[in-house]
């Protein structure tokens, strides 16, 4: 089969017939800057600092602490879980938005375990995000069970070999280096067949691509705020109990706000009958109200038009990086089938990272992780396909003339 060559007409084409390119308006985009990295930091949402100078000057200034009732502080964390719920198959009431993944993953890993006391293995994956990985073997070592971490194609073989001992599995349903996604329904259905429970991370998933963690039969899920659901950096992340396990669910920070009656301020601890169990302590609430402003870019999109999109410009991406960048020493890192990987293309080069700062310095911005990737995150709401054409140019230029060999570029900066 012959493979097909684009050129800069045919790309304005596909964004003149994209079904959601209206979404575009709804970002504050910096004039010059192509912004491939959403799936690190989502772009701003209009309305959110318009949100937040309310919050701040009328709700917290004036309002003072009546703004827990009057202004609906006290009851956003389920209002915003019910937001997110919609986008990730969910019932509204088994969602809450609370403190951290990595917060989150401890609560609900410690409290799934508690429920499969009689077991064992912990069975999660090499590579794996390291807050998962650290976080899991931490609590394993508490709790004395045993964390087997294995290569992304033998999870399922180790979920087989753990069979009656196996306890609980964690993965992140989108890999957050290559953007492989893992059979959520596969893998839940075969470790529930054994007894076992299943964990997924969100962060790669939520706000990209349709999930419906209801109709795969999930136990628990958490995900972060701050990624494809653009609720600004360190935004509160989210945790989902299927119903069926709330009655069981005994999870380990056992705070005020996670009590049956909180404002009744009892010596003892007795846990909220609901998703309300998850909290621990006060919610930050800037952090809420800019996540909750930040959903409502999703209150009529269809998930499934985002997805179709998203894999078309990785689709492109990689057809325009075997086009223009043959022979220059890049190497695809993410699966190829667009059905096999999320909103995002990874590629390899042994001069990753001052390519990436070289790529940045020009106004496109994705990001690099060690020790050779360089990732590209396609927001379908935001990134067009113009701008996919335009990123692989730059980086042919940077390429061609050397541009990436400059000290300034070689520098490793904190964040990367």
């Given amino acids: 089969m012959t493979q097909q060559t684009y050129t800069r007409d045919a790309i304005k084409k596909m964004d003149a017939n994209d079904p959601v390119s209206y979404l575009r308006d709804r970002f504050n985009l910096p004039e010059g800057v192509i912004y491939l990295d959403g799936n690190s ?13 309310k919050a701040v000057t009328e709700e917290w200034g004036k309002g003072l602490i009546r703004s827990w009732n009057d202004a609906g502080w ?42 499969r006391k009689d077991r064992k293995v912990i069975i999660s994956e090499q590579g794996n995000f ?5 976080i899991n073997a931490e609590v394993a070592d508490m709790m004395g069970f045993e964390l087997r971490c294995v290569a992304p194609e033998a999870v399922e073989e180790a979920i087989a070999e753990a069979g009656e001992t196996l306890a609980a599995v964690q993965l992140t349903h989108v890999h957050y280096k ?22 997924w991370d969100l962060a790669h998933s939520a706000g990209a691509l349709p999930v419906d963690l209801n109709g795969c039969n999930v136990d628990f899920a958490v995900g972060c705020g701050y990624k494809y659901l653009n609720g600004g950096p360190g935004a509160p992340a989210f945790l989902f109990v299927a119903s069926r396990h709330l009655p069981d669910m005994h999870q380990p920070l056992a705070g005020w706000h996670g009590h049956a009656q909180p404002f009744a301020f009892t010596q003892s601890y007795e846990p909220h009958a609901k998703i309300d169990k998850m909290l621990t302590g006060t919610a930050s609430q800037l952090g809420l109200i800019a996540l909750e402003e930040a959903l409502g870019v999703f209150a009529d999109v269809d998930m499934s038009d985002l ?39 990874s590629l390899t080069h042994e001069e990753g990272y001052p390519i990436m700062q070289a790529l940045i310095a020009r106004g496109v911005i994705g990001d690099f992780r060690a020790p050779d990737i ?25 390429m061609e003339t050397g541009e990436w060999d400059q000290a300034k570029f070689k520098t490793r900066q904190a964040v990367t």
């Fill in 74 to 115: 006290y009851p956003a964390p389920q209002r915003t879980g019910a937001a997110i719920a919609r986008l990730i198959g969910a019932k509204e009431d088994e969602v809450v938005v609370c403190d951290s993944t990595s917060v989150n993953l401890y609560k609900v890993l410690v409290g799934a375990l508690r429920m």
């Fill in 307 to 345: 997805r179709k999109k998203n894999q078309q410009l990785g689709d492109l991406f990689i057809a325009l990086v075997e086009q223009e960048l043959s022979g220059m020493g890049f190497e695809l890192a993410s699966p190829r089938e667009a059905e096999a990987r999320g909103s995002q293309v």
């Fill in 41 to 53: 930091l989502g772009a701003l949402p209009k309305g959110i600092d318009a949100r937040l100078q």
């Fill in 130 to 134: 390291p807050t998962d990985v650290y």
């Fill in 178 to 199: 290559s953007g492989r996604i893992y059979d959520m329904k596969g893998i839940t259905e075969q470790a529930q067949a054994l007894g076992g429970l299943v964990i």
């Fill in 374 to 398: 360089l990732r590209f995150g396609f927001a379908a709401p935001y990134v067009t396909y113009q701008d996919i054409w335009d990123s692989v140019s730059h980086l042919r230029e940077i």
